[in-house]
């Protein structure tokens, strides 16, 4: 069974920086892809940044040369540094893997970007 709790979340003015953590229990998360998502109100949840098993990212066009990803196998986390932020990333983030297990779904965690 795994857990994820996701945590860093905040309020930020524009250009501010949040580091967002998402710490695991159980074994099997760390053995897939990981990813972090966000959703708005009234739209989909989308992916934002992901790290494979390689250690290699994806990123949104949107979050691109702003958010990054990384993960520390030893603690079972995975951290979104998130840099220069916009109104437009207020969200509430999540993590999960990636494909999605829907059974592993967190409570998020909310970001609001505003002056």
């Known amino acids: 069974q795994v857990q994820l709790v996701e945590s860093g979340g905040g309020l930020v003015q524009p250009g501010g920086s949040l580091k967002l953590s998402c710490a695991a229990s159980?074994?099997?998360?760390?053995?897939?892809?990981q990813a972090w998502y966000r959703q708005t109100p009234g739209n989909q949840r989308e992916m934002v940044a992901s790290i494979g098993i390689g250690g290699d990212t994806n990123y949104a066009d949107s979050v691109k040369g702003r958010f990054a990803i990384s993960r520390d196998s030893a603690k079972n986390t995975v951290y979104l540094q998130m840099n220069s932020l916009k109104p437009d990333d207020t969200a509430v983030y999540y993590c999960?893997?990636?494909?999605?297990?829907?059974?592993?779904w967190g409570q998020g965690v909310q970001v609001n970007v505003s002056s």
């Open positions: 999960n893997a990636l494909p999605i297990v829907q059974s592993w």
């Open positions: 159980g074994s099997l998360f760390s053995k897939l892809p």
